[in-house]
């Protein structure tokens, strides 16, 4: 079992910043990739940045430039999400996702490539609302 714990949600003017993160229970030396998804209201869940397990990343293009994923190594792997210059289009709630193995990401992950039977992991979701 792999447990996900998101941080860094609130309120954030239009054309400001944020910062999630994500920490997982892995060790740094397992092999995963790990993604950011949000769904806004009344929309599907979509992916809007990848990790790979070779260290690639993937963003979504309404996304790209404007977001940053990183990772931080300790006991524990912690993900990132640096959001600069928001909009209103990038309210939602964010999940960190975790799929378990080898995996490479040429191309976005869609949402089912983390479900239980691919060994992915989910967190709660953390709320990002953007306001004029």
């Known amino acids: 079992q792999v447990h996900l714990v998101e941080s860094g949600g609130g309120s954030v003017q239009a054309g400001g910043s944020q910062v999630l993160s994500c920490v997982a229970s892995?060790?740094?030396?397992?092999?995963?990739?790990m993604a950011w998804f949000r769904q806004a209201p009344g929309k599907e869940r979509e992916a809007v940045a990848c990790?790979?397990?070779?260290?690639?990343?993937?963003y979504a293009e309404t996304v790209k430039g404007r977001f940053t994923t990183t990772r931080h190594d300790n006991d524990k792997v912690t993900l990132f999400l640096q959001m600069n210059n928001l909009d209103f289009e990038d309210t939602g709630t964010y999940y960190c996702?975790?799929?378990?193995?080898?995996?490479?990401?040429?191309?976005?992950?869609?949402?089912?490539?983390?479900?239980?039977?691919?060994?992915?992991?989910w967190g709660q979701g953390t709320q990002v609302t953007v306001s004029s």
């Open positions: 996702a975790i799929r378990l193995g080898y995996y490479r990401a040429r191309v976005l992950p869609p949402e089912s490539d983390f479900g239980e039977s691919d060994h992915g992991y």
């Open positions: 990790y790979d397990s070779y260290g690639a990343i993937v």
């Open positions: 892995v060790h740094p030396y397992d092999r995963f990739m």
